[in-house]
Each structure stands twice: as C-alpha cells, then as structure tokens.
C-alpha cells in the first residue's frame, strides 16, 4: 500500500494515510479525513509500506482555496484562546492556555492546556459551546508538549529538538543518564521545559551496548593472573582502569 506520512504543523506528530491512487508527493498540502474530522496538512513522504490495519484516506491535493481557508482558521482559533483565558477567570479555573486549531471543516475547536492538576472544564466546554456553536475539545498537556508549541533554545545553543525535528516524544528516564555516567545535576541534564533532556535518548543504546562489556567500577577482575578491583570506566572507549600494587592501568575489552 502507498501510505503518506503528513502532519498537521511544523515539527507535529507524524500520522499515515492512505494515498487513495492521488497524485500526492512529498510537501504536497493535502486534505485527508480523521476520526475529529477533515484536517488540512502536509506530506513529509510517501512510500510503500505493510500495514494491519485500515488507514484513513487522503481526500484530495489542497487548492490555493483551501490554504487561505486554513489560514484563515488558524487566526480565528488563536483569538478562541483569550475567551477560554477570560471564560476560565470567571470560573477561577487555574489554566494555562497553550494553543488552539479549527479541524479543516470547522466543526470542532481543540484547545490544548496545563495545569498543576486535573481540571473540571465541563462548564467552560458549555461557555465556549455556546459562543463559536462547533464541538469544543479541551485537551490537558503536559510541559514538554507545551515546550513543544512555545519553542526556544537548548543549552546547546540551537533551537529545541522537540520544535525543530522531533515528531514524537519518547519517555526519558534518569536511569538514561546513570547509563552515561552523567552527573545528575537539574541544571545540566533537565531541558527548557524542566524535565530530563530529550537527548539523553539519542545515544542510550550505545552506551548501553558499551557498558555490557565492561565490568562495573568496584568489581574484581582477573589481569596476568592476579585479581584486582576496577576503579574507572571509559563507556565509548570501552576501556577500564585498574589499580595493580598501586599503577594505573587501562585495559581495552578488545585487546586479544
């Protein structure tokens, strides 16, 4: 099957679609039917691919019509977002408003959020409801989504990974960065967002497949016959260093 790989915003997750014989191409903008209704997005690729389960349909190739249409959508959406701010007040409801999108066809209003807590929004949905008279779909995010949306620079210097390439955020764990032997210090290992750097991800099968070969800092091993205890390791270079009758000595796994 052809599927289409298309997302709804820049850096947005990656949902697939069945080409349904169109023409379509990579950066194409296209209209596809989903399950809230007809969205407008874009193609990031097209391939073959096996699939087990049924895949909605792209619907056509979007028209200059449509873009200014979805342009037009995403003003009126970002002006929904100081009525929920006003709406919310009124209620002393404790929301933080992230953004807000139109489905292509206009008939539901998504609103994304946080809170420090879950939120009783029922009377706010009825509020909005009644105002822009389309279904409202208020939907609570977590800070990395929201870091997401807001975007900003790394304490690598360049733009986040999550605004800039990252389609889907996995789970990270300080289990990551014990594996990289990286000090766990907040300031050096959580992101913009305050929790732990996406990055920590990146190499995490490598340093772990390294590590698997290296014995632990403390253990006792066998060198020319006699056993001593391992005071250091060096994961990349999977190497690590033992103190013989007070010397130094660094072994590579790899020496035969």
């Known amino acids: 099957m052809e599927v289409c790989g298309i997302v709804y915003k820049d850096s947005g997750k990656i949902y697939y679609f069945n080409k349904n014989e169109l023409p379509v191409k990579e950066k194409d903008y296209v209209i596809v039917d989903t399950e809230k209704g007809e969205q407008f ?14 895949l909605k349909n792209v619907l056509r190739i979007a028209t200059k019509t449509d873009y200014n249409k979805y342009l037009k959508t995403l003003k009126e959406a970002k002006e929904s977002i100081k009525d929920a701010k006003n709406f919310a007040s009124s209620l002393g409801l404790n929301m933080q408003f992230v953004d807000a999108s139109y489905t292509f066809d206009h008939k539901q209003l998504i609103i994304n959020f946080i809170a420090d807590e ?9 509020m909005l409801a009644a105002k822009y008279k389309v279904r409202i779909d208020l939907h609570q995010i977590g800070v990395r989504d929201k870091a997401k949306e807001l975007g900003g620079i790394g304490p690598c210097g360049r733009q986040l990974c999550c605004t800039s390439f990252l389609n889907h955020l996995d789970t990270i764990s300080i289990n990551m960065a014990k594996n990289q032997n990286i000090a766990l210090n907040p300031a050096k290992i959580n992101g913009a967002c305050g929790r732990l750097l996406c990055c920590l991800s990146y190499e995490d099968n490598t340093y772990t497949n390294c ?6 800092i403390g253990a006792n091993v066998k060198y020319k016959g006699k056993e001593y205890k391992v005071i250091g390791i060096d994961i990349l270079n999977e190497s690590y260093t033992i ?14």
């Open 41 to 54: 997005g874009r193609v990031v690729f097209v391939e073959n691919r096996e699939v087990n389960y049924e």
């Open 118 to 126: 879950r939120i009783d929004f029922r009377e706010l949905v009825k």
């Open 243 to 256: 103190n013989a009758d007070g010397e130094e000595i660094t072994i590579s796994v790899n020496e035969k």
């Open 211 to 216: 590590r698997a070969k290296l014995p632990e």
